[in-house]
């Protein structure tokens, strides 16, 4: 007795497919009973697969996407990684004047982010600081 799984037949309900099915982790599913593993949802579009389990974009970044280091929103879309952390290009900002740092890029100083121009104002800032207090 051959013990394979019909191809034919919805993954969900194992009844058999009729004129419209959706080809997904190599099975045929009724529309309708291709769902989301976490909100139950029919998924239409774009899925993601983790642990043999179908997810919706949304609930597969809810569950598995890191978060914002600024905003500690889900990250879903592009993203940096900067300070061994992960952020939305809009929240990772100069800690002087708070504009987001163009392309995630910044100088450090006493480990903190910071744009071009803020960063050479506050090194001239310290630079003034020690020369006031060796005098």
């Not at 309708?32 to 029919?42: L, N, Q, V, Y």
């Not at 071009?116 to 630079?127: F, N, T, V």
């Amino acid at each position: 007795m051959d013990r394979s799984i019909d191809r034919r037949q919805c993954g969900h309900c194992h009844q058999s497919i009729g004129s419209e099915a959706l080809v997904a982790m190599n099975r045929l599913w009724h529309p309708d009973h291709f769902t989301c593993s976490s909100c139950k949802r029919p998924i239409k579009q774009t899925f993601q697969a983790a642990d043999n389990h179908a997810y919706c974009v949304q609930c597969f970044a809810q569950k598995y996407n890191p978060k914002c280091a600024g905003c500690m929103e889900t990250l879903v879309d592009t993203c940096l990684l900067a300070l061994d952390r992960h952020w939305h290009p809009r929240c990772f900002t100069c800690t002087s004047c708070n504009r987001p740092l163009p392309n995630g890029e910044f100088y450090l100083v006493d480990d903190k982010p910071y744009d071009l121009d803020c960063h050479w104002a506050k090194r001239l800032e310290k630079r003034e600081h020690m020369e006031r207090g060796e005098r």
